[in-house]
């Protein structure tokens, strides 16, 4: 990889910059060192948090991230439901995530009669209700279910917890159906924003997950930098047909290629 032609640097977050509340120490010590002459650009699929709320998360890590420099699996279900004009859906979604969506789609109605679609999104404040109401809603073939990411499970610093890929799985089971629409990674519409600015050569994925991340910046035709400070692991990689561009222990390493 030319690290000479890396402008703009789209970084992953849970795993990548931090696990769960921890920083990861040279991953946020290269973000500072290079906030003037690098584009950074923060992408999760974990939809429980608003960007407002991720802004302060870093923040408070001593990053200067700012909501434009965020990129979400919203946005694109967001274009979704206005290109196919539906304004009453059913969230299975926490209400950080609820405030998110109805920020950026004020007409949207968030109701279980006349429902047009289920949106299942990372869930912290899942209650059986829901989970109920919701099954009985994708009995009925003309709403559509829709799903924010497919990842199976969130990292934390005690070990994965289920995500919306686990949730979708349990839905299979109790009605049949699966969501006809994924967004985020690694769907490329999410970089779309990026894409439209920056020649691909000049971009570069960072994450800590082979399914999500690198899948990505497969997806995107972009470099990618594989961090093993989160999920994946040399064993696991070992185990790739399809290997990343570069393969750092954490973002700080990527330190020598500036020096």
């Not at 109701?111 to 990372?122: D, F, N, P, R």
Request: net charge negative; charged share 20%; aromatic share 8%.
């Amino acid at each position: 990889m030319d690290w000479s032609r890396k402008q703009c640097f789209i970084l992953d977050m849970d795993g990548t910059v931090y696990l769960g509340n921890i920083p990861i120490a040279g991953a946020v010590s290269f973000i500072q060192r290079h906030w003037e002459d690098l584009d950074f650009h923060f992408l999760s699929n974990n939809t429980s948090k608003s960007p407002c709320t991720y802004v302060d998360k870093l923040n408070g890590m001593g990053i200067p991230a700012r909501e434009d420099l965020l990129l979400s699996p919203v946005t694109p279900l967001v274009d979704f439901l206005r290109a196919h004009a539906i304004v009453r859906v059913y969230p299975v979604g926490n209400a950080d995530f609820q405030a998110d969506l109805h920020k950026r789609m004020p007409e949207l109605l968030f109701t279980e009669e006349g429902a047009q679609a289920v949106v299942l999104a990372y869930d912290t404040e899942l209650t059986y209700q829901k989970l109920a109401r919701s099954a009985l809603l994708l009995q009925k073939p003309e709403v559509l279910f829709l799903a924010t990411h497919p990842d199976l499970v969130c990292p934390s610093p005690e070990g994965p917890l289920p995500d919306v890929g686990s949730f979708i799985r349990l839905y299979a089971t109790a009605t049949g159906r699966t969501p006809q629409f994924i967004f985020g990674k690694p769907d490329p519409a999410v970089l779309a924003p990026l894409l439209s600015r920056y020649a691909k050569e000049a971009m570069v994925m960072v994450g800590d997950r082979l399914s999500t991340d690198m899948k990505l910046a497969r997806n995107a035709g972009i470099d990618s930098i594989l961090v093993l400070s989160g999920e994946a692991t040399r064993e696991d990689l070992a185990k790739e047909e399809q290997q990343p561009t570069v393969v750092l222990n954490n973002l700080g390493e990527a330190e020598q290629y500036y020096a």
